[in-house]
């Protein structure tokens, strides 16, 4: 039973397309978020969402837009994609708000590669 | 704001050997402290967290990490590593009265046979 599934799990795409990213978490958690980790493996949070509420957008640019249809699902949506938008993108889940004692449970990882 | 630096980017030890991975926080407050391991290909996984209490904590896989508030470190040790424990671990600090996560920048373990 996967926790958090993420797809697709590779992604390769052209320059100035849109493309969306799914997740699903099956833990019940009530947070959700989406991280960016770069070529040397740093991990960046892009977005967090509480019960589909946003609750944490770092400077991202606004081509990113995260969706949250119902709490156990994160769709990550990216316009007109650049060359620096490569990377790998994870989705998270854990429990609560307010206090973050509670671990985070990642998916795979897509990869997006930009031509 | 939180953060969090790992000093040691990559470290190479012989399979057997003892491993201590190096974690220190910035916060002003006690942090919550977390383990997590990333072997390739795959997403993070939870070693080990700390929140209050002891200071020494057990984790899966025969990992464990020691709180030092003086020290605001936190560094994740294992007795004897195997060929499997090849990965990029990274330390994270969560802090209380908030949802937001500071990862680490993380450090590469490679095994020698």
């Known amino acids: 039973d996967t926790a958090v599934s993420q797809t697709p799990k590779y992604l390769v795409t052209q320059m100035g397309n849109d493309k969306s990213i799914k997740c699903e978490q099956n833990l019940g958690h009530d947070t959700m978020y989406w991280y960016k980790q770069d070529s040397k493996k740093f991990l960046k949070i892009m977005f967090s969402?509480?019960?589909?509420?946003?609750?944490i957008n770092e400077t991202v640019p606004n081509r990113f837009s995260p969706k949250s249809p119902d709490k156990a699902h994160l769709n990550l949506h990216i316009n007109s994609l650049e060359l620096g938008d490569s990377a790998v993108y994870f989705c998270?889940?854990?429990?609560?708000?307010?206090?973050?004692?509670?671990?985070?449970?990642f998916g795979d990882g897509t990869r997006l590669s930009i031509l | 704001a939180q953060s969090v630096t790992q000093p040691d980017i990559h470290i190479t030890v012989s399979e057997g050997a003892s491993l201590e991975l190096r974690c220190n926080y910035s916060y002003g407050a006690t942090p919550y402290l977390f383990w997590y391991v990333q072997s390739p290909g795959q997403g993070l996984q939870l070693l080990l967290k700390y929140f209050s209490g002891d200071t020494l904590v057990q984790g899966i896989k025969g990992f464990e990490a020691e709180f030092k508030r003086s020290q605001s470190s936190f560094n994740l040790r294992k007795p004897s590593v195997h060929w499997s424990d090849a990965a990029e671990y990274f330390c994270?600090?969560?802090?209380?009265?908030?949802?937001?996560?500071?990862f680490g920048p993380g450090t590469r373990l490679s095994v020698l046979p």
């Open positions: 969402y509480n019960n589909k509420e946003l609750i």
């Open positions: 998270a889940s854990s429990q609560g708000w307010g206090d973050s004692n509670q671990p985070q449970h």
């Open positions: 994270a600090v969560g802090r209380r009265y908030g949802q937001n996560f500071v």
